[in-house]
């Protein structure tokens, strides 16, 4: 009878019970049906087990984190960098959207903190600029998918909280992908121009802003520091072929990067004017938050969950002291914010926890296994069908509880055949994130609507071709296992 739970549970959700109750009602009623009153004791208990976590830490600090950002003015900065980055192009308001998100994955990982933060500053802006407000809602919306995507995710960390992987190597896995779909919703952008008639290429520079002498020192040195570590890292690549390179004393190599820093920031001075310098600077600390939390990750100076603490301090100390955008009588309505956003994100995980206990009781796994390997033994068929069936259920259901029941069923049967577990968890978690903007019940649509006041179903037809790239993605990256890989490979996290 216990098999049972699963389509009891999507039948809940039709008469539009809550998920978090119908992820506990549906088990709950099988059990007692079942005579197991026991199990009911534990399955309730299993709630608060797994909010009970040390990783999942991690969730609440980095929603924390955006939000702080968001209400600090530093998403706007990361907009304003992006228009002087991609204005020039044609439909640069909606290259700029794109852009965005993918800056603004690397400090909160939400996509619907994206669609809200982004989408009350963009949508308006590019309605004014004669894009249509459809058009700019299905953009908001297509793009914001890339923040559960881009780390820091937290996707990726509930994922790597239910099938035991490591958190770092599902980050590093994510980087790729996610730029991927960026750029991919850039190049639709441009073979929709003429379609839509979007308006023609202007670079967007801020006029009359200025900056504090600490944050012009401060931009400076960071922006040297960066270059040289990009300047690092493309050695490291290169000493993978000429291993030679690494004979080189230290000093030599550090004195030489940052002279080559310092003409290459001389040569960009000598071609941009005093406004998009001042815009670019004022871009450089808050994009510190992403460079911190990966590279204190891949350095071993701290887990992915302290990362995220530091994210919250970083945050509070760029808002409150550098840059003053934030007071503290601003951190009662901050907090709450974003405690009833963690709270909400916890019990679903509680009680798909709970949930996947009725689960290992069906045997259900062992039933689905036996089903999808008699289909056939062929492995690039069964990943064809299982994104179709992932791309359905993400349709329906939101990523969090989808990852926490699937995955216990689905990632065992794939790494038997020989997908990697960190390929699978970036197949899976790509594909239930897209979902997040996919009809009839796709989060981030409702959030998009809401913002801009259009209707879901008028978001719903105009994203279509923008959720077209983002599965032409997920097979990319489904059939080429190197490009979700190649960078944890690279840095040590996975074999």
């Known amino acids: 009878m216990l098999v049972w739970f699963l389509p009891l549970f999507l039948l809940l959700l039709l008469i539009s019970l809550p998920v978090f109750f119908a992820l506990l009602a549906a088990p709950g009623l099988l059990l007692w049906m079942d005579g197991q009153e026991k199990q009911l004791a534990v399955l309730y208990r299993n709630v608060y087990n797994g909010m009970d976590s040390f990783p ?65 500053t963009l949508i308006p802006a590019m309605e004014k600029n004669g ?4 058009f700019a809602a299905a953009i908001t919306a297509a793009s914001s998918v ?14 790597a909280y239910v099938m035991g992987e490591s958190v770092a190597a599902l980050f590093l896995a994510g980087i790729v992908p996610g730029i991927l779909v960026g ?12 379609r839509y008639d979007l308006p023609k290429a202007e670079r967007i520079v801020r006029k009359g802003h ?13 922006a040297r520091i960066n270059m040289i570590g990009a300047l690092w890292l493309l050695m490291l690549l290169v000493g993978l072929a000429v291993p030679a390179v690494h004979s080189l004393p230290v000093w030599l190599i550090l004195l030489v990067f940052a ?11 000598q071609r941009m004017d005093a406004e998009l310098r001042i815009v670019c600077k004022r871009a450089v600390v808050p994009l510190q938050t992403p460079i911190i939390i990966l590279g204190g990750i891949l350095a071993g100076v701290f887990t992915p969950t302290e990362a995220s603490v530091i994210a919250v301090a970083y945050a509070l100390l760029i808002s409150l ?30 009680a798909a926890v709970a949930f996947k206990t009725v689960v290992s009781l069906s045997h259900a796994p062992e039933h689905m296994a036996d089903f999808i390997l008699g289909l056939t033994d062929n492995p690039l068929v069964l990943l064809f069908l299982i994104n179709i069936l992932l791309f359905v259920v993400g349709m329906f259901l939101d990523a969090g509880p989808a ?34 903007a996919t009809p009839p019940m796709g989060l981030v649509l409702f959030v998009a609507s809401s913002v801009s006041g259009e209707r879901v179903e008028t978001i719903s037809k105009a994203i279509l071709p923008f959720l077209a790239v983002e599965v032409l993605v997920i097979f990319l990256i489904t059939f080429v296992p190197a490009l979700s890989l190649t960078v944890p490979r690279l840095t040590g996290f996975i074999q």
């Open 56 to 120: 999942l830490m991690a969730l609440p600090f980095f929603m924390l984190a955006g939000e702080l950002m968001n209400r600090g003015g530093i998403t706007l900065r990361l907009v304003e960098f992006s228009q002087a980055m991609m204005g020039h192009l044609r439909g640069g308001l909606a290259h700029v959207n794109i852009l965005s998100s993918i800056l603004f994955a690397g400090l909160s990982g939400s996509a619907v903190a994206d669609t809200s933060a982004l989408g009350s």
């Open 403 to 436: 990852i926490i029941i699937l995955g216990p069923i689905l990632g065992p049967i794939f790494v038997d055949i020989g997908v990697h577990p960190v390929h699978f968890a970036i197949i899976m978690s790509v594909n239930l994130t897209v979902g997040l």
């Open 183 to 194: 750029v991919g919703l850039m190049l639709m952008v441009r073979l929709l121009a003429d």
């Open 259 to 269: 002279l080559v820093s310092e003409a290459i920031f001389y040569r960009q001075r």
């Open 210 to 222: 200025s900056l504090g002498r600490v944050e012009d020192m401060l931009a400076r040195i960071l």
């Open 131 to 134: 894009y249509s407000r459809k």
């Open 146 to 159: 890339i923040g559960p995507i881009i780390p820091p995710s937290g996707i990726m960390i509930i994922y």
């Open 321 to 350: 002291l550098l840059l003053r955008s934030m007071s503290l009588r601003d951190l009662p309505a901050i907090l709450t914010k974003s405690a009833l956003a963690s709270s909400t994100v916890l019990l679903l995980v509680g």
